[in-house]
């Protein structure tokens, strides 16, 4: 009895200690009064306040812009990529999957400044300077190995038999393809669509390295702000985003466990 | 059916944006621009042991090593907690574990930030108690902090996972032999749930020993960690030969603890065989 009460207070004070910064930055980010300590009131004056400032706006531009290029382009690459792997044999489809895993793995901060080398350095090539484009190709790069390790496993899941019945009925490699592995493993597409649109989002180590030339994203936006101290219109920036990747992480996670729980059924 | 080839783009894309950026950080590092051009040089990887480096370096692993701990020692009582609840609510507070996760790391990092500081409301709630202020914010206690707040979760999750899959009925025999719930832990839960502690410990420390976020907003601007090295050397002193080198150290220090996770793991499972 007493261990029971003992473990729910101690489980009580982790969630506290898990949630009470959170829930104050969202509290306070309604306060009227400019210090954290007190409460001056109801208002709404900081989000006003936000969406006035044109750096900000271009900010969220740049941040939803790349979320969308990257995640279609990641989308994209890694999809057929993920359909080439599956087909691929062992030893090969073993080289290709650890480098899959290398940015999964690879510190933020080493795969930030490798890829801020690669573009400083082929400057002279490309003429492409630091900015919007760089780190457009930095998303791209850290987002594809989660569309290919989310649309994997519903390759694994498809009966090959189908495809090729299409093919025996006459359909091209392409057409059968399109009208029946493509709709079949829609889902981990889907999912790794959100997925690489939410990173895109969340990134901050990799894309402060790879921007430059004032070019920035909300991210590298609160950083430069928090860096300067404590600021209301942070608070109200930081609600914003978290709302907004919370709604997006249950549409994946609904997804997800959706996707599973179809999978059970089909292996009773 | 020929589709092997529907992975070629990905690998030309890989090769350019993930190979060869990592060839280039290897160059950088063990190569020095001269008069009379560009030689093979071991001058910066020794640099990173001088000892105004190494301190940074040693303090950088030894704050993640104590995060780790601290993780490790709060996470594990949690995970047992989370594991032992009925189905249904198991559910609920293990996504409640997991939300905070979701939250941008630097909203994490910030939030403490408003909390520990000046006018903050630990500061508020220690002038109301009448008690004198203390510098919370930027010192090392705000780093392991930010450091054990923002990675916490990494460490239940995977333990969670592994308790949640472990056969029960093995904790019923030991009981019906008599033994008592610390036994039971000690013989049972805690050597079964291993390779869950040393994912834990993988996924904590290599994103503390790495961060350059928490102590630069925890810590204050004068606080020094391997990541706000390699981040000055690149952005503000512009050395990339240099920060090339502590990157290049950096992934082997990272190296060198995975594959020492990887060893207990392997010794673990080969173990679980008899």
Known sequence: MVGRIVKRVYLYLIFLFLYAPIVMLVVYSFNESRSMGRWGGFTLRWYAELFRDTEVLRALYNTLAIAVLSAVIATVIGTAAAIGIHE????????????TYLPVINPDIVTGVSLMLLFVFTKPFTGMGLGFFTMLFAHITFNIPYVILS????????????????LDLGATPFYALRKVVIPQIMPGILTGFLLAFTLSIDDFVI?????????????????????RGVNPKINALSTIMFVTVLILLLIVNKRMSKDNSKVKESVR | MKKAWYAYPYLVWMAIFIVVPLFLLLFYTFTATTEEGIRFTLQHIKRVWEPIYLMVLLRSILLALICTVVCLLIGYPVALILASKEYSQKRVLALLFVIPMWINFLVRTYAWMSLLGKNGLIDMVMNFLHLPPVQLLYTDHAVV???VYNFLPFMVLPIYSVLTKMDKSIIEAAEDLGADYITVLKRIIIPLSLPGVISGITMVFMPAVT??????????GQYILIGNLIEQQFIVVGDWNFGSAISFVLTVIILISMGIMRKYDREYEGGAIW
């Open chain 1, 88 to 99: 691929m044999k062992r030893i090969k489809k073993a080289i290709v999957m650890n480098l």
């Open chain 1, 151 to 166: 649309v994997l496993p519903k390759l694994k899941q498809l009966d090959k038999h189908v495809y090729e019945a299409a």
């Open chain 1, 207 to 227: 894309s402060f390295f790879t921007t430059g030339s004032g070019v920035s994203n909300i991210a590298i936006y609160v950083y430069s702000m928090a860096r």
């Open chain 2, 145 to 147: 902090l930010g450091m």
């Open chain 2, 211 to 220: 961060t350059f976020i928490i102590s630069r907003l925890l810590g204050g």
